[in-house]
């Protein structure tokens, strides 16, 4: 069982819908984490927030808006995405942003533009 | 920019058999965590590695840093049908946990 939860677990989309992923964890942890992964690629990273800040954007297009409301839920705003953008999107966490913290992942969201 | 490869990309093996993956970083790294990605599923943790030269097993699985800190494998003893998935070796860096995965092992296991 994860202790990071996503959803929806799936999701199809046109290019000109606006959609929403959510993200959830009850850790208590202070930093949560946007991922994009393609088939049998790594993860990369998109988005850092800390303590409900955001500390790194790695230059990811602003059709992806993350926001953080409170320590516990990450969304992840979508609007007028691209084909290229369909993947797995997975959210972590971490007790704190640091280099020694494990992080957390949740199953992630599948997503397909149309 | 700082890489992370593994090699091999992919392995099959036999039930029993042993397994290693390598992986190797263009610079020397603080620390490196270690994914496990099921088919279909999401990284888990398996461990985090510290020290020049430190070895950690976690009962089938033996996990090596090496002296330079430029490099790390994870060896898997009589693998199991358990085993099948994605290794990831991560590369943790700065203070803003940018985790930088590596390009990953594919093992497959067979009866």
């Known amino acids: 069982d994860t202790e990071v939860t996503q959803t929806p677990k799936h999701l199809v989309m046109g290019m000109t819908n606006k959609k929403s992923l959510k993200c959830e964890q009850h850790?208590?942890?202070?930093?949560m984490y946007w991922y994009k992964q393609k088939a049998k690629k790594p993860p990369e990273l998109m988005f850092v927030?800390?303590?409900?800040?955001?500390?790194i954007n790695e230059s990811v297009p602003s059709r992806f808006s993350p926001e953080c409301p409170n320590s516990s839920l990450l969304n992840l705003h979508l609007h007028a995405l691209q084909p290229e953008d369909s993947a797995l999107y997975l959210c972590?966490?971490?007790?704190?942003?640091?280099?020694?913290?494990?992080?957390?992942f949740g199953d992630g969201t599948r997503l397909s533009i149309l | 920019g700082q890489q992370v490869m593994q090699i091999p990309q992919y392995q099959h093996v036999q039930e029993g058999e042993d397994f290693t993956t390598y992986c190797n970083s263009s610079?020397?790294?603080?620390?490196i965590q270690w994914y496990k990605q099921r088919p279909g599923g999401h990284p888990v943790f398996l461990i985090q590695?510290?020290?020049?030269?430190e070895v950690k097993k976690q009962k089938r699985l033996t996990f090596q840093f090496g002296e330079a800190k430029k490099n790390s494998s994870l060896h898997i003893t009589a693998t199991q049908t358990t085993d099948v998935g994605t290794y990831f070796c991560?590369?943790?860096?700065?203070?803003?946990?940018?985790?930088?995965f590596g390009t990953g092992t594919r093992l497959q296991v067979t009866l």
């Open positions: 850790m208590g942890h202070r930093a």
């Open positions: 927030y800390s303590y409900e800040k955001l500390s």
């Open positions: 610079t020397t790294l603080s620390n």
């Open positions: 590695l510290v020290k020049s030269g």
């Open positions: 972590a966490s971490s007790q704190v942003a640091g280099g020694n913290q494990p992080q957390h």
């Open positions: 991560a590369d943790p860096t700065g203070t803003a946990s940018k985790l930088t």
